[in-house]
């Protein structure tokens, strides 16, 4: 349980500290900083997804 409550603060913590580095990597490309952001930001919560999804079928097939 304290696993689960450890790796759970990671989550919020990961998204500001990526978003920042692809701020200061391109600090004077706006445009190309907005993309990278959409980009950043729609991997993440897909990658979230798919794992939710593996997770839960590796669950259901083990019976837990």
Do not use: C, D, N
Request: a positive charge.
């Amino acid at each position: 349980m304290l696993s689960s409550v450890v790796v759970g603060a990671f989550t919020p913590g990961i998204v500001p500290l990526a978003l920042g580095r692809v701020q200061e990597l391109l600090v004077h490309h706006s445009t190309e900083q907005k993309g990278a952001w959409i980009r950043a930001t729609t991997s993440f919560a897909v990658l979230q997804a798919v794992a939710a999804s593996g997770m839960s079928y590796l669950f259901a097939a083990k019976g837990g």
